[in-house]
């Protein structure tokens, strides 16, 4: 979501809680809840989409719903959206607007929450390495700690940035420290370094709202924080880089976003390569000194592209797929008013070598069904599934459900499998659906805005092989290379 404001001015129930109950600098919440698996669906060898009721989600025969399991108290609110995952072992990293929920997945068809921290502070991005969870907090709050309180930028005492916790103990997650950056944190990405010493931070952070007079153009950096594995409770900010000298792309009355910073990056710490989506411009970096990453290829696409928001290589890293966040996540965009290059994935083959890296353009990938005007629907959070020899991504599309396509073929990709929600709120839009969809270890997990958790089983030929790769950890913006 590319609002920094999102649904800041209603008041939330969560956070009021947390200030009541702390426990150390947060609150942990270990509800006894575990999903029901979902009612069997009829076979169906039509390749149809299947609905077996009436306000049961729909899916291709291809992909089997295995659970869900919705938002628990504190964070059964419109307020407290669920947002990205990080995966470790057996356990499943859920940000959320008020917090971080953690899931044992052990068992797929019956996924557990373990606990939950409420620790408010928006957008609640996450990443994860060994025994640490990084956390982004988004809006300024009058301290630090997870019993903070909302406030403005024009707060002396306003705080925002990263917060570390230690989850060497899922069940009992416990707060480390915490690091201002300028701006905040909308998302971050974990690069870890050469010697397996520390972790970079990039931090991604905006403000186009006219209520953070703090972050208004210029702020074409991003933030860097260090954090030596060794020593999470000392953090430290080591450069904020501008990416954009020129003050990157100005925007135009048509839609297209003015470059105010980066919204999301994803690295490839295999190649050296990270992928900026820039709001206004796509970018290239070379991170082969993760402390100092340097842009070294620039794209727009100023008549299609509003939003430049995340990023995802292919296997080889011959590829990468932006998409475009149109309407800010907050709008009905997949239809046929808005047609089918708008609101959706760019997918550009990287060529040349060395440094003399270029990204051009192949095609567009829009989800292949109209929504209807009171479902919020845009291209969104995926990953790449890890198939060998092949191109293939799961990916989210808020209440357009979740889609899996194939760009094997960069000129001609196409939609292999989906599963889809019939509409929040029939009677009116209100934001809800998937923020998140990743494959790990053999499953596909989705965090919804609203819906909490689900867990889809994709059983399919053609993405059958990634069944049997295996990760310890995966963070999807830290993309990890599969052997073929």
Same mark, same amino acid.
Request: net charge negative; with cysteine.
């Given at each position: ?23 150390? #600098? ?42 869900? #399991? ?202 050296? #390569? ?211």
């Amino acid at each position: 979501m590319n609002s920094r404001t999102g649904q800041r001015t209603r008041r939330r129930a969560a956070g009021v809680l947390a200030a009541t109950v702390p426990l150390l #600098l947060g609150v942990v919440f270990a509800p006894p809840s575990s999903a029901t698996p979902p009612h069997e669906h009829p076979e169906d060898t039509s390749g149809a989409s299947l609905r077996a009721e009436p306000g049961e989600p729909e899916h291709s025969p291809n992909i089997e719903h295995l659970a869900n #399991l919705p938002k628990q108290a504190p964070f059964d609110n419109l307020d407290a959206f669920g947002t990205d995952i990080a995966f470790q072992g057996d356990h499943a990293f859920v940000g959320n607007y008020d917090g971080v929920v953690v899931y044992d997945i052990s068992t797929p068809r019956r996924p557990r929450i373990v606990s939950q921290v409420a620790c408010p502070g928006g957008q609640g991005d996450v990443s994860i390495s060994g025994n640490l969870l990084f956390v982004s907090t988004d809006y300024p709050r009058t301290n630090d700690t997870c019993t903070s309180e909302e406030t403005t930028a024009a707060d002396p005492r306003a705080w925002e940035g990263m917060k570390v916790f230690d989850v060497s103990d899922p069940a009992k997650p416990r707060y480390v420290s915490a690091i201002a950056t300028d701006c905040g944190s909308h998302t971050h990405t974990l690069v870890p370094d050469e010697a397996g010493e520390a972790v970079y931070l990039y931090i991604s952070s905006y403000g186009p709202a006219p209520e953070f007079p703090a972050c208004q153009p210029p702020h074409d950096k991003i933030s860097i924080v260090k954090v030596p594995l060794a020593a999470p409770d000392s953090p430290e900010l080591v450069d904020a880089p501008v990416l954009f000298p020129d003050g990157g792309n100005p925007g135009s009355p048509g839609g297209v976003s003015e470059t105010t910073g980066c919204h999301d990056i994803t690295a490839f710490p295999e190649r050296d #390569l990270a992928a900026g989506a820039c709001m206004g411009d796509g970018v290239l970096f070379d991170i082969s000194d993760p402390a100092k990453p340097r842009v070294t290829e620039r794209v727009r696409d100023d008549e299609n592209f509003a939003f430049w928001h995340s990023a995802t290589f292919n296997n080889d890293g011959t590829k990468v797929v932006f998409t475009d966040e149109l309407g800010g996540g907050a709008a009905a965009t997949c239809n046929p008013r808005v047609g089918p290059h708008r609101g959706a994935d760019g997918v550009y083959d990287i060529t040349g070598t060395g440094s003399d890296l270029e990204l051009r353009f192949r095609s567009y990938y829009k989800l292949p069904r109209d929504q209807a005007d009171t479902e919020n629907c845009v291209a969104h959070n995926g990953s790449l599934i890890p198939v060998p020899g092949r191109d293939i991504m799961v990916q989210a599309w808020y209440q357009g459900g979740v889609s899996v396509w194939d760009f094997t073929d960069s000129a001609n990709p196409q939609e292999i499998a989906h599963f889809d929600r019939p509409p929040f709120d029939p009677g009116k839009l209100e934001l809800a659906g998937s923020w998140s969809a990743y494959y790990y270890n053999g499953h596909i997990y989705s965090s919804g805005i609203q819906e909490g958790l689900d867990v889809l089983a994709l059983n399919d030929p053609r993405t059958d092989p990634a069944k049997d790769v295996r990760y310890e950890e995966f963070n999807p913006q830290t993309q990890p290379v599969h052997a073929d």
